[in-house]
């Protein structure tokens, strides 16, 4: 690529036609063994942080606690999560990692590694920090993180 002036909107445009079909190879080979993207995405949360809230899993996942309901009912009914009561809530409870829960986001942590690895081996490491710095600096920018400008 040439190098000179290149605009936001050159930038944007590309961005968004790559990040589609990085997020499709991935979500494919995720799938593929059955732990989907977004439930390897909870566990991850929950695995992390938990035990915790579904309201809580819900801000983190910028979504309404009724998707967070229904995701976390597949997991406990696959027996990757369960539910029990909060102790400082009656109305509430807390979502933890089972075991087997556990050993799925082991596995599906290799085969995100593995596809990674196969995503981004065109970059060298030079591109792949250069890469790294620029998403740094988008993700700490406020229009980024949903506030106003």
Do not use: W
């Not at 309201?55 to 229904?70: E, I, Q």
């Not at 087997?100 to 196969?118: E, K, P, S, T, Y």
Request: glycine share 8%.
């Amino acid at each position: 690529m040439a190098v000179g002036t290149i605009s936001a909107a050159e930038v944007g445009d590309r961005f968004f036609a790559v990040a589609p079909r990085i997020r499709k190879t991935l979500t494919a080979r995720m799938d593929a063994h059955g732990l989907s993207l977004p439930r390897t995405r909870a566990l991850e949360v929950i695995a992390g942080e938990g035990p915790i809230r579904l309201k809580y899993l819900a801000g983190r996942f910028d979504c309404t606690p009724a998707s967070v309901t229904d995701m976390v009912d597949g997991l406990e009914r696959d027996g990757l999560a369960q539910r029990r009561p909060d102790p400082s809530d009656r109305r509430a409870s807390l979502v933890t990692v089972t075991p087997a829960g556990q050993a799925a986001l082991d596995a599906a942590r290799v085969r995100m590694a593995g596809a990674f690895d196969a995503i981004f081996s065109v970059l060298d490491q030079e591109e792949r920090l250069v890469l790294l710095r620029a998403l740094d600096a988008l993700s700490a920018t406020s229009i980024v993180n949903g506030e106003p400008v």
